[in-house]
């Protein structure tokens, strides 16, 4: 007898469950206006550390070049020839062990004339107005040590007589890396936060739909329905809360990166980095949406919770 009903019951339980998980949704499309506010409220928390790790992504995909971080350019004074630079070329090699490219007035007038596209303005000229440069490596010093390294290089060559001005770039680069660091964390952080957050939303919302229900509540209550049944409704309202939040989250950040694409673009190609921006991918999406549904239903958990833990103080009290 307890093999067949078995069966009967795993049926009814299922039929339940999706009577539950259907109505749900129905309840809220019936209250649409509410329900708009609140995934709207849900979507944009949600957005906003998704939108954090995103820009965090892209900015790490940007080629930083670190091997050259401690590269330096340096620039001879306009009357230097070509012994004067390999002069110092062949200083900075025997001395400090650096790399050392020696780009001529013509080579740098080509490399410029090709990146520029500038080229019939070039044409102009009456002559070739750029100075030889040497582009100097130091040799590896690790990072701790690279700033002091390149600052000892580049004093050294300020005092050649050959010498007109040293540059020295790599230092935006390095606070750009530390800054992608700090982002990362304070995505974390903000991620943590904005997940309280849209636990706290869902809570107060299936709290006033609990109190809204309050007498239907009661009177399941007293005809002996178990609280697993008289939470399932508002468990699955929980999660199609979350999982919608969730969902409009992803079409705002993607909306948000149509729209910044092409700027984007411009803005990395004037640096010579040719990335597209890329959104959250397939695991951070179903990330998202996994996250979403879970908030939403520890949400709705601890505020039919506590409501359910008032029924049962109220007949504690009761007179028998």
Known sequence: MNDRSRPQRFRAWGRR???????SLGSLADNAVGTLMTVAVLGVAMALPLALYVAI??????????????????????????????SVATLLRDRYAAQVEVVSPDEGLAS???????????????????????HVTPA???????????????????????VDAVQVDFRWLQRLEAFVGLARSLAAVLAAVLALAVLVIV????RLDVANRA??????????APNGFIRLPFLFAGFWYGLLGALLALVLLNAALL??????????????????LEGPGLAATA??????????????WVAVGRHLKRFRLADAGRPS
Do not use: C, M
């Not at 590896?140 to 050959?162: H, K, N, T």
């Not at 007498?215 to 002996?224: C, D, F, R, S």
């Open 112 to 134: 410029f004339r090709e990146a520029s596209g500038f080229g019939a303005v070039l044409d102009l000229l009456d002559g070739n107005p750029l100075p030889w440069v040497l």
């Open 203 to 206: 809570a107060n919302t299936i």
């Open 287 to 300: 990330s998202l949406l996994v996250a979403g549904a879970v908030l939403g239903l520890a949400g709705s």
């Open 140 to 162: 590896e010093a690790g990072e701790a040590g690279l700033e002091a390294r390149v600052s000892e290089l580049a004093a050294w060559i300020e005092a050649q007589e050959a």
């Open 57 to 86: 992504n892209n900015l790490e995909a940007v080629d930083l070049k670190k091997e050259r971080w401690g590269s330096l350019s340096v620039y001879l004074v306009e009357s230097a020839n070509e012994a004067d630079a390999q």
């Open 17 to 23: 469950q999706l009577y539950s998980f259907f109505s």
């Open 259 to 276: 729209y910044l694409a092409a700027p984007a673009e411009r803005l990395l190609d004037a640096y010579g980095n040719s990335l597209r």
């Open 215 to 224: 007498g239907e509540i009661e009177v399941l209550h007293l005809v002996g």
